[in-house]
């Protein structure tokens, strides 16, 4: 049986899928009941990374760089063939009918945040390793990165990259226009009027005029109808024109983010109500035509100026930030990133990226966040170390694929979604390692501040965390540095206290034996037997014990019905090295090397009355 077959089995079969989309890394099943799924059988198929059971009836199924494939290959299936796959439009208008929080309207506006951008992951990778290969380049003296004036190959590079970043606007329109059961070719090309050269024409030099005056010639720069003023802080230029009596700000949208989507937010509005005015057969013409000679004034006139004013204004904020207390600017990036990648809610903090880029020419927020990238990709390797010690194959296989998707890729979806978020002792573990990053960046830029004056680690472009995008950082040791550190120490505790339980590392132990394998004989004695139910006595009885497992090496796991009936003075007398009450009606017996031995005679003690 192949994989996809596997878990559409898993997942209740056809009858009970209802929907499947998928995002970077993750299938995402709309089941009519998600109470049949069996987690632990989906996570134990050949290929898949783990599973995140949802609210409602939804359901995710980890599988990595491959989930296109598999994808494609689920809807391939002949029990599928009746099956219409639905959008991820589709998908997202019905959970939006459901209330998924206690603030149903915030879960809206975090998706809808997450959802714009969230299908240009791979553009933006694939953009961010071309950047890579050129900072590589530029790291052996092949060519100047930094400088305006080079050959036309090296422009044509450039432009390989810069044009997923430029015309990003008109990306993100058209992602928030589906997102929002909009026509998205509509805002696409509503973003797109305002990065046509016509546009950008107006704020431009039309002529040089030249006149005499006291025997000199003298040069002036005209504008046509163009009043300029120059920002100091951002050394940028800023131009308005008259356009029929109303003085329209020129900006410059490239690589804007903001702007797209307080439009498409606003467009939603107007096109629904366009589409209740116009009767359905007219509506092809009429409600596109209606949309754009209202929405694109609109946002030329002020959306526009108001979503790049509010933009430079966050941006000056963290950049106030950055440059009077670096440290903790260092220290609070990591620390917040890995609550927010889970929500989905690092978008708008990518989106302020993006906008440093513009404003600045660089950014300052991407080199803290490399920290917490590797945190979480050595805890990841700390769980491949043990998985590996432990002949524990399936969690091998889902720490290699993710290990590898971030280290080579800067993606952390895997990792969060196939481990990290399933054992709760990775989280603290891997807050050490951002920490010890963020303190580390922090510090070695006061230390060794750059000669441009410029505070923290910064970076020209928009770039993915990952080995291959290091060069693209100055100061590079220093970026290289503190990712490091964060690695490492992530991964060290890990390693140490392990990131499972000793109930899951006995589970995980279980799991891993051989179905062909011989039955483990434990040979009990008269005086394990006898002890062994002295410990049943003192514990409440027989009828007071209703489970016993040996766990670790020396201890035993037992389950009671009532707490007050432990008698820990009896059990002390009666030889038992230890005791540790670890949860309500659950209990923890230090019974030493010989615990297999006294867990059995427990167990048949309790099965003979």
């Known amino acids: 049986m192949s994989t996809a077959s596997e ?12 929907s499947l989309t998928h995002c970077a890394t993750r299938l995402r099943f709309e089941l009519n009941d998600a109470s049949t799924v069996d987690q632990a059988q989906v996570e134990s198929i050949k290929g898949v990374m783990g599973a995140v059971p949802q609210a409602g009836d939804r359901f995710q199924v980890i599988i990595g760089g491959a989930v296109s494939t598999v994808f494609q290959e689920i809807n391939s299936l002949p029990e599928m ?3 219409q796959p639905m959008s991820d439009a589709d998908v997202k208008a019905a959970a939006r009918s459901k209330a998924r929080g206690k603030v149903a309207w915030l879960d809206a506006f975090f998706e809808y945040l997450s959802d714009s951008f969230r299908p240009l992951l791979g553009v933006l990778l694939g953009a961010s390793l071309i950047l890579a290969a050129a900072a590589v380049l530029d790291a052996f003296g092949v060519f100047d990165f930094q400088s305006d004036s080079k050959a036309a190959p090296w422009v044509f590079l450039d432009a390989m990259w810069r044009g997923v970043f430029y015309f990003l606007p008109i990306a993100v329109a058209y992602n928030a226009a589906k997102k929002l059961d909009v026509d998205p070719w509509l805002g696409a090309v509503i973003m797109g009027s305002l990065m046509t050269p016509e546009f ?8 040089t005029e030249t006149t005499k005056g006291s025997g000199m010639f003298t040069e002036a720069l005209r504008y046509l109808e163009t009043t300029c003023t120059k920002n100091v802080t951002l050394d940028k230029e800023f131009c ?46 009429f409600v596109p035509f209606f949309a754009m000679i209202i929405m694109i004034p609109i946002t030329a006139f002020l959306l526009g100026p108001v979503g790049v004013w509010a933009g430079n204004a966050i941006g000056g904020g963290l950049a106030w930030l950055n440059h009077h207390a670096p440290i903790i600017f260092a220290i609070i990036i990591p620390l917040v990133y890995p609550f927010l990648v889970p929500l989905g809610l690092h978008w708008p903090l990518n989106a302020l990226m993006l906008l440093n880029l513009d404003n600045l020419g660089y950014d300052f927020i991407q080199g803290p966040m490399g ?10 390797a700390g769980v491949l170390f043990l998985s590996i010690r432990d002949r524990d194959a399936a969690m091998k296989q889902t720490a290699t694929g993710a290990l590898a998707a971030g280290l ?22 891997m807050l050490v390692g951002c920490l010890v990053g963020g303190v580390t960046i922090g510090t070695l830029s006061m230390l060794f501040p750059s000669p441009d004056g410029i505070s923290g680690v910064t970076t020209g472009a928009f770039a993915f965390t990952s080995l291959f995008t290091i060069p693209v950082f100055k100061p590079m040791w220093v970026y290289a540095v503190s990712i490091a550190a964060a690695f490492i120490v992530a991964m060290v505790l890990v390693i140490i206290s392990d990131y499972r339980t000793p109930e899951q590392k006995a589970a995980a132990r279980r799991a891993a034996e051989p179905a062909g394998a011989e039955p483990r004989v434990i040979v009990v004695s008269d005086v394990e037997t006898n002890q062994a139910r002295q410990w049943v006595a003192a514990l409440g009885g027989e ?10 090496e020396t201890r035993i796991r037992v389950e009671v019905v ?48």
């Open 7 to 18: 878990i559409v089995a898993a997942v209740g079969g056809p009858a009970n899928i209802r």
């Open 81 to 83: 063939a009746d099956r």
């Open 240 to 285: 308005t024109v008259d356009i029929f009596g109303l003085p329209l700000q020129l900006n410059d949208y490239g690589g804007q983010v903001f702007v797209p989507l307080l439009m498409v937010a606003l467009l939603a509005v107007v096109y629904r109500v366009l589409k209740r005015i116009f009767p359905e057969n007219v509506q092809m013409v």
């Open 200 to 207: 950008v024409r107006l704020g431009s030099k039309i002529y």
């Open 562 to 609: 009532d707490d007050s009936l432990v008698d820990r003075e009896a059990l002390s007398r009666a030889g038992l090295v230890g005791l540790v009450q670890v949860g309500d009606r659950t209990w923890h017996l230090v019974a030493g090397l010989e615990a297999a031995q006294f867990a059995e005679g427990m167990r048949r003690r309790l099965a003979s009355v």
């Open 543 to 552: 009828g007071n014990v209703t489970s016993v497992e040996p766990i670790a």
């Open 371 to 380: 920290t917490w990238n590797f945190a979480c990709f050595g805890a990841t």
């Open 408 to 429: 080579f890729g800067g993606i952390s979806e895997p990792s969060l979604y196939g481990i990290h978020l399933r054992y709760k002792r990775i989280y603290p573990r």
